[in-house]
């Protein structure tokens, strides 16, 4: 920081320009100091009927050009969204906000599709765009600019510039965007990021149901999260509402750069309340229905072709609910729809990690934490770490099951394990002990990669995330979380055993204190000998904090005792299943993307609309004509919905 009285000599990283419209650009630019190096990619936000105003953009062309970069093209992504509403050409998207290849001052540009020219993402196996494409165009730039809108979001209470950051990559399936646009943060970031405030799109979902406002605002930065955190207040919405926003400091850190300008906050936020946005968010934890509730809300996008009966319906009957949600007996009336949405769809989600673990997507993740943030002692004394709990059972007699286990500072640490009559070597040579973990019951996805440095030939050092279903499963009824788990290994391959060494040193999503642990193959005179310790404490759903499952161990114990056998039970069959080449794994392939919209997703939402109505219809003047759900419903996972009495 510069001494008082005297101007910092450090270019500010965001700065706040109002009162001159798009043409405050040039003094914005000057004071970041910027250097651009051609080519140049402006990527801008298309999305109808929020586009960033085409006058932005090209003001950016122009100073592109101003400041030598002659080769300069406008980048445009048909995102999910738009396809779910019906639009299926990026370019006619660009047309349509006003980008028809000439600024205003005369000078010609290339509207270009980012979605066309694809290349494997630059980035490291830890990223979770690691083997998934990306814009060639964006990957190669060497000036790379975002224009995105100041708009409000049901979901995500605003949106800036990171959200059409995500249009330089190809949306990962059964990866969060959180995730994605993390990576492009860290390894395809943009050069300059300016968020068209101009007139900003409040209200409860303004990114579909604008309401503009006139600011004449523009955010100008070098640091996209600086910038959507400048857009945030502008629209009186907390910056970590945004889960691309929380998940991008929680990765990366807090901005550091300095903030030049004022940011006109507004009297009242100009959003969606607390509680609506979280209501959605937890909605749009299932993938598909986050889809669908976006795809219904707004009315019908010009150029956009007519959307199928189901989801003409389910616009018709949500999109007034939402736009009414802006006083308080609205605001409850689309809470209480949502809501009861979400309870629908939670207890198909438990039935099925209970019962059909098949209906269950599986995942895919970065690492989420940095390998090398741990010495390579940590790794090689992994063995000695975990010593000390063969010792604690010592002495301890096996249950009925064959499992040694003990409470020991609230955590169980346990002991189980299987002969199979596979001699080691063809064992070993089919079963790699390096994927062990992967192998287990219940596992949803993960990413593993190995840590340079070992001096040991016989081993290797390596770090892992893990998820799985809900431990217990029947906690998912109760809201519990997923296991989420990121662990520091040491693999070794020695002549008679090899073995898997574990420690947990981050948990994202908090569901685990501890879950350490070992998995060895030992040769035995009739056959090999497959050992699981470890040392686990998960966490329990809310509902059971208040419960000390410890002060009834008449209680405790068979429940423990019954997961614990379900669980190896299973691990051990996938092992056998593994040596002998069958298919052992649950879960579906994640929903793709660029799928078309599941009818029956969105019939589960019409549904529940169609019966809320049923019981509401004075909350809107001239009601929809859909009268109550009469039959049942079949939803994405085939389970039926059955209105019952009121």
């Keep these: 920081?510069?001494?008082?009285?005297?101007?910092?000599?450090?270019?500010?990283?965001?700065?706040?320009?109002?009162?001159?419209?798009?043409?405050?650009?040039?003094?914005?630019?000057?004071?970041?100091?910027?250097?651009?190096?051609?080519?140049?990619?402006?990527?801008?936000?298309?999305?109808?009927?929020?586009?960033?105003?085409?006058?932005?953009?090209?003001?950016?062309?122009?100073?592109?050009?101003?400041?030598?970069?002659?080769?300069?093209?406008?980048?445009?992504?048909?995102?999910?969204?738009?396809?779910?509403?019906?639009?299926?050409?990026?370019?006619?998207?660009?047309?349509?906000?006003?980008?028809?290849?000439?600024?205003?001052?005369?000078?010609?540009?290339?509207?270009?599709?980012?979605?066309?020219?694809?290349?494997?993402?630059?980035?490291?196996?830890?990223?979770?765009?690691?083997?998934?494409?990306?814009?060639?165009?964006?990957?190669?730039?060497?000036?790379?600019?975002?224009?995105?809108?100041?708009?409000?979001?049901?979901?995500?209470?605003?949106?800036?510039?990171?959200?059409?950051?995500?249009?330089?990559?190809?949306?990962?399936?059964?990866?969060?965007?959180?995730?994605?646009?993390?990576?492009l943060l860290a390894h395809l970031p943009p050069t300059l990021v300016v968020v068209d405030a101009l007139a900003p799109c409040v209200g409860v979902d303004g990114a579909r149901l604008p309401v503009p406002v006139d600011t004449g605002v523009l955010v100008v930065a070098t640091d996209a999260v600086l910038a959507d955190t400048c857009a945030a207040g502008l629209l009186g919405q907390d910056r970590g509402a945004s889960r691309l926003v929380a998940r991008a400091v929680e990765r990366l850190g807090p901005s550091r750069g300095r903030l030049e300008g004022r940011v006109p906050t507004p009297a009242q936020p100009r959003g969606p309340h607390p509680r609506l946005r979280?209501?959605?968010?937890?909605?749009a934890a299932e993938p598909r229905l986050e889809r669908v509730l976006r795809a219904a809300v707004g009315r019908d996008d010009e150029g956009g072709e007519q959307a199928d009966p189901v989801l003409a319906t389910l616009r018709g009957l949500l999109t007034p609910v939402v736009a009414a949600a802006d006083d308080p007996a609205g605001q409850l009336a689309l809470e209480s729809l949502l809501t009861l949405t979400h309870g629908v769809a939670g207890s198909a989600r438990a039935w099925a990690v209970a019962a059909d673990k098949d209906a269950v997507d599986r995942r895919e993740v970065p690492l989420g934490f940095d390998p090398t943030d741990w010495p390579g002692e940590a790794y090689d004394g992994l063995p000695a770490f975990l010593a000390?709990?063969?010792?604690?059972?010592?002495?301890?007699?096996?249950?009925?099951?064959?499992?040694?286990?003990?409470?020991?500072?609230?955590?169980?640490?346990?002991?189980?394990?299987?002969?199979?009559?596979?001699?080691?070597?063809?064992?070993?040579?089919?079963?790699?002990?390096?994927?062990?973990?992967?192998?287990?019951?219940?596992?949803?996805?993960?990413?593993?990669?190995?840590?340079?440095?070992?001096?040991?030939?016989?081993?290797?050092r390596q770090a892992e995330r893990n998820l799985y279903l809900p431990q217990p499963n029947w906690v998912a009824a109760w809201g519990g979380r997923a296991i989420d788990v990121g662990k520091i290994e040491l693999v070794e391959r020695r002549e008679d055993e090899h073995r898997l060494t574990w420690r947990t040193v981050v948990s994202p999503n908090g569901s685990a204190t501890y879950d350490d642990g070992l998995l060895s193959f030992r040769r035995t005179g009739r056959g090999t000998r497959v050992t699981v310790r470890g040392r686990q404490l998960f966490s329990l759903p809310p509902a059971w904090a208040g419960v000390d499952l410890d002060l009834w161990p008449e209680v405790r114990t068979p429940l423990l005792e019954e997961a614990y056998r379900r669980f190896f039970t299973t691990t051990f069959d996938n092992l056998e299943a593994c040596f002998e080449g069958r298919e052992f794994r649950i879960g579906r392939p994640p929903p793709d993307p660029r799928e078309p919209l599941l009818t029956r997703s969105v019939e589960l939402l019409l549904a529940a609309a169609k019966d809320w109505v049923a019981d509401r219809t004075t909350v809107h003047d001239g009601g929809p004509d859909g009268g109550p759900a009469q039959g049942p419903v079949v939803d994405d996972r085939g389970f039926t919905h059955v209105r019952g009495p009121r």
């Excluded at 043409?23 to 402006?42: I, N």
């Excluded at 979280?278 to 909605?283: D, E, F, N, R, V």
């Design 388 to 460: 000390p709990f063969e010792g604690l059972l010592d002495g301890t007699r096996p249950n009925a099951d064959g499992m040694r286990w003990r409470l020991v500072d609230g955590a169980t640490v346990f002991e189980v394990s299987r002969e199979v009559p596979a001699g080691f070597d063809a064992w070993v040579a089919r079963v790699d002990v390096a994927a062990g973990i992967s192998l287990m019951a219940d596992y949803l996805g993960g990413r593993r990669v190995t840590v340079p440095g070992s001096a040991d030939p016989e081993a290797t």
């Design 1 to 183: 920081m510069a001494p008082d009285g005297v101007e910092s000599r450090e270019p500010p990283a965001c700065t706040v320009v109002g009162g001159g419209g798009a043409a405050g650009l040039a003094a914005a630019w000057e004071r970041l100091r910027l250097d651009v190096v051609a080519p140049a990619v402006v990527l801008a936000r298309v999305s109808p009927p929020t586009p960033a105003g085409a006058e932005v953009v090209h003001a950016v062309v122009d100073l592109l050009h101003r400041h030598g970069c002659d080769e300069v093209s406008v980048g445009v992504r048909l995102t999910v969204g738009d396809h779910d509403r019906g639009h299926r050409s990026a370019t006619l998207l660009a047309v349509d906000a006003g980008l028809t290849g000439r600024t205003g001052e005369g000078r010609p540009y290339a509207v270009v599709d980012l979605g066309d020219d694809l290349v494997t993402a630059p980035v490291p196996e830890t990223a979770v765009l690691s083997g998934h494409p990306c814009s060639a165009a964006w990957a190669h730039a060497g000036t790379r600019v975002v224009v995105g809108r100041a708009v409000t979001d049901l979901v995500d209470g605003y949106a800036g510039s990171l959200e059409t950051l995500l249009g330089a990559a190809l949306e990962v399936a059964g990866a969060e965007p959180a995730d994605v646009v993390v990576d």
């Design 278 to 283: 979280a209501a959605a968010a937890a909605l």
